[in-house]
């Protein structure tokens, strides 16, 4: 950015972009969702089970569609669009952990970013992961269209700046 560096974390800015088109989605009454082409089956111990017959109604305007399996076992037959396929038990047990911290009564606004942002976390890119430059050019752009605070729904920095003075005092040249 002119005679600055910018050094953006993928994985905070992704993370960014996605907790806020959630979030956006979310006010406008429910998460977009994607129908799996083969419903991928989780099974869940008595505890979770439990925890996902009474906290059910909760994941369809989040974008899943969960369904009874038999036993213990469940259906994921939709998630919400933008996610990549990851483990998904993973994703849905730790959303559980929220609703039932907060028990069965109304979820307040801080509870339900709580959940965003374990979704956002859960299914974008990550740290290490080498993107090509048409990724990196995609990245951009929506981080460009997201109204955001310089840091990821955690407090990560999203993006440091180095400006052409900081490097010349790392050089010794100033």
């Not at 974390?9 to 959630?22: N, S, T, Y």
């Not at 998460?31 to 082409?37: C, F, G, T």
């Not at 505890?47 to 259906?75: C, I, K, M, N, Y």
């Not at 996610?83 to 730790?94: A, G, L, Q, S």
Request: charged fraction near 30%; include cysteine; hydrophobic fraction near 40%.
């Amino acid at each position: 950015d002119g005679t600055d560096l910018v050094l953006i974390d993928q994985h905070a800015a992704h993370e960014r972009i996605g907790f806020e088109r959630l979030k956006n989605q979310l006010a406008q009454g429910k998460i977009e969702q994607q129908e799996l082409l083969f419903p991928e089956v989780i099974e869940l111990n008595l505890r979770e089970d439990a925890e996902l017959q009474e906290h059910l109604e909760r994941f369809e305007p989040l974008g899943f569609v969960l369904e009874p399996f038999g036993g213990t076992s469940w259906a994921i037959k939709a998630v919400p669009a933008y996610i990549e396929k990851k483990d998904f038990k993973t994703m849905i047990c730790d959303m559980l952990a929220d609703f039932t911290s907060v028990g069965a009564s109304d979820i307040s606004h801080q509870a339900i970013d709580e959940v965003l942002i374990k979704m956002a976390c859960h299914g974008m890119i990550r740290a290490n992961q080498a993107l090509q430059l048409d990724e990196m050019t995609a990245l951009l752009q929506q981080l460009d269209e997201v109204d955001f605070n310089r840091h990821c729904p955690h407090g990560r920095p999203v993006m440091q700046r180095v400006t052409l003075h900081d490097v010349e005092k790392m050089f010794r040249r100033v």
